[in-house]
């Protein structure tokens, strides 16, 4: 079970002089339960990816498939598909339009006919993930704060139960501990059985959290791949906007005086191993 995009080419303003390709060319994968970061500088076309993967925009070649099923735009298929797949825009308030809160997150299930009590058990479920108080349900969310804004777009599209969830630039508009709660709240999403597709230009989150990486470069690929890879890759050729972490830049120093070692260390795994080994001793 994955969604896959193969070979994917679009042109914004296409036939004008206007014309941009955003994308030549790319493919990505994620299956249920994996963690696939998409990277890039300012117009590499992560946006433009993201779109595609929820069947927002329609490549001009190439093709979407969710589950295997490559599904034709406007089609019965495409609207199954795209209920799996949940997409949480890089602005999304421009994307807010109920008066509450609540409203805004139980949309989605609505729509699909949930109601009463399990309606608002999806809604206080979702709220929940996405680290929204209670007492937030009831505002309006045009009055919150950026962050909190943030995570009312994260829930609305969790209330739906995606089994893709693709996140565009989600950490913008949080802070430290923010940031902390939202990628541990989407590594245990993906623990679930969840697909999560970042989109960020946060190096040290893709390479300490992600299954592979994707980096993309004015519309092309530059490298993907499995994070040391794409480290190893990006150590020997930078990529315009994407900064390095200092534990990379550490490591590969240490490298370059003869020591052997990973450039990157999965800081999340040893944590997994060292909370294994205390329950087994407790067993
Ligand atoms: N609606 C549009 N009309 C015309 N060109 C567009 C449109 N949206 C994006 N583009 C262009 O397509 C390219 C890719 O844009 P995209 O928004 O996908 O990049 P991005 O990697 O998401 O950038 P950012 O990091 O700034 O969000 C850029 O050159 C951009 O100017
Ligand atoms: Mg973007």
């Given at each position: 079970m994955s969604i896959e995009a193969v070979d994917i080419k679009y042109v914004y303003?296409?036939?004008?002089?206007?014309?941009?390709?955003?994308?030549?060319g790319i493919s990505i994968e994620a299956g249920r339960g994996e963690w696939v970061s998409i990277v890039g500088h300012t117009g590499s076309g992560k946006s433009t990816l993201a779109q595609h993967l929820n069947l927002l925009l329609t490549p001009f070649s190439g093709f979407v498939s969710i589950d295997g099923v490559r599904a034709a735009p406007g089609s019965r298929e495409a609207r199954a598909a795209r209920r799996k797949v949940g997409l949480v825009f890089?602005?999304?308030?421009?994307?807010f339009f109920a008066e509450t809160v609540r409203e805004e997150i139980a949309f989605a299930p609505s729509n699909w006919g949930v109601a009463g009590d399990a309606l608002d058990a999806c809604v206080t479920e979702a709220a929940s993930w996405a680290g929204?108080?209670?007492?937030?349900?009831?505002?309006?969310?045009?009055?919150?704060s950026g962050g909190e804004r943030r995570r009312v777009a994260i829930a609305s599209v969790l209330s739906a139960r995606p089994d893709y969830l693709v996140l565009d630039e989600?950490?913008?508009?949080?802070d430290a501990s923010g940031v902390r709660g939202l990628t541990a709240t989407l590594r245990e999403l993906c623990s679930n059985g969840m697909a999560v597709i970042h989109v960020t230009h946060d190096m040290e989150t893709a390479l300490s959290m992600s299954d592979r990486i994707t980096v993309l470069e004015r519309g092309v690929l530059a490298v993907s791949g499995i994070p040391e890879r794409v480290a190893e890759y990006l150590s020997q050729r930078p990529v315009k906007g994407l900064v390095m972490p200092p534990s990379v830049r550490f490591a590969q120093g240490l490298r370059e005086k003869g020591v052997s070692l990973p450039?990157?260390?999965?800081v999340d795994g040893i944590i997994e191993v060292l909370e294994e080994a205390r329950s087994r001793r407790k067993r």
């Open positions: 303003n296409a036939g004008t002089s206007a014309a941009v390709t955003a994308l030549d890089q602005y999304p308030e421009s994307q929204l108080s209670p007492a937030a349900l009831d505002a309006n969310p045009f009055s919150l989600p950490t913008a508009g949080l450039l990157v260390s999965r």
